[in-house]
């Protein structure tokens, strides 16, 4: 595999900024990889794991003569980092980061970055509810969408090169309004996960119900939720508080649509209800026509008998 950059720069060490280094070295895309985390305990453990070439506490310290600058931080710390970087960054550089909110983390970092680097929003539509460079595994990004929000002016040989960038990480690429995708993800990811908080939180705030029993009977929708519910609350709350109108047009939208279903059963209007689930089935279908999933039992989780005895 041809290098692309002489140095990349990854700043934050979680999930997403320990997958890209294990794709980055597995797939020679750089000269020299640079990790950056606030976190000494991090920094150390990234450091045992082998993910970079150089590791330090300062982005500042990491981002000088890099090629390409990936902040993989919580939404919520986006301009802390735009104000400590402003000053090192390479003329040319490309600057890009991973947030699931495009409005805010451009507000946030814009007004810091200098007229001779080549700032590129984006957002890579992977993950899983673990957390931490321990997290992280090669493949993550590959037949998923990496949507860029890029900026008015935005060179064009910069944003192909990032684009490629992705692209050899199995990525697909769509453009984006910034507004606009922040609608798009308040319904597919920030709502579920909400609403996945609520019902874990609920079951747990139940008197009539043992915590045994939760964990018990799990094995029955409540334990999908529970995957959603243990993602990252640090990045979680960020998204809530810097996503805030989308989301709560989201939520008013979702609330209408559930006192309609409530209605719905309490006056026993079968036709609504079996209507709506047909539909929501559709929607499951269209999924894995689209390869975002797999038509397997279960989810396609292994199962094995026991056949001891």
């Known amino acids: 595999m041809t290098v692309q950059f002489d140095r990349i720069a990854l700043i934050g060490i979680g999930l997403i900024g320990s997958s890209l280094a294990h794709d980055i070295k597995r797939l020679g895309l750089a000269k020299e990889v640079v990790i950056a985390t606030r976190s000494a305990e991090t920094l150390k453990r990234a450091e045992e794991l082998e993910l970079g070439d150089r590791y330090t506490t300062s982005s500042a310290e990491a981002v000088k003569d890099a090629d390409l600058v990936i902040v993989s931080v919580p939404v919520g710390a986006s301009e802390a980092v ?9 003329p040319g550089a490309i600057v890009t980061d991973v947030g699931s909110t495009k409005a805010s983390v451009i507000a946030q970092m814009q007004p810091h970055m200098p007229g001779n680097v080549h700032f590129i929003p984006g957002h890579p539509l992977a993950g899983t509810e673990k957390s931490g460079p321990d997290a992280g595994f090669p493949g993550l990004f590959a037949g998923r969408w990496c949507i860029f929000t890029p900026l ?16 050899t990480l199995g990525s697909k690429i769509d453009v984006m309004d910034p507004l606009h995708h922040d609608k798009v993800l308040a319904i597919v990811s920030h709502l579920p996960h909400l609403i996945a908080y609520n019902i874990v939180g609920t079951a747990d705030d139940l008197g009539t119900v043992t915590e045994s029993e939760v964990i018990k009977y799990s094995a029955s929708g409540f334990r999908d939720f529970t995957r959603l519910a243990a993602s990252d609350p640090t990045m979680w709350r960020d998204i809530c508080l810097h996503n805030k109108d989308a989301i709560l047009e989201m939520l008013a939208r979702f609330s209408e649509d559930l006192a309609y279903l409530q209605r719905a059963i309490r006056w026993g209007e079968g036709d609504k209800i079996f209507d709506l689930f047909t539909r929501t089935r559709a929607i499951r279908r269209s999924i894995i026509e689209a390869g975002q999933d797999v038509d397997a039992p279960d989810f396609g989780r292994p199962h094995t008998l026991d056949k001891k005895g």
Not at 82 to 90: H, N
Not at 152 to 167: I, P, R, V, Y
């Open 82 to 90: 735009a104000k400590e970087i402003a000053d090192s960054l390479k």
């Open 152 to 167: 008015e002016g935005t060179d064009e040989t910069a944003l192909k090169a990032l684009g490629h960038f992705w692209e």
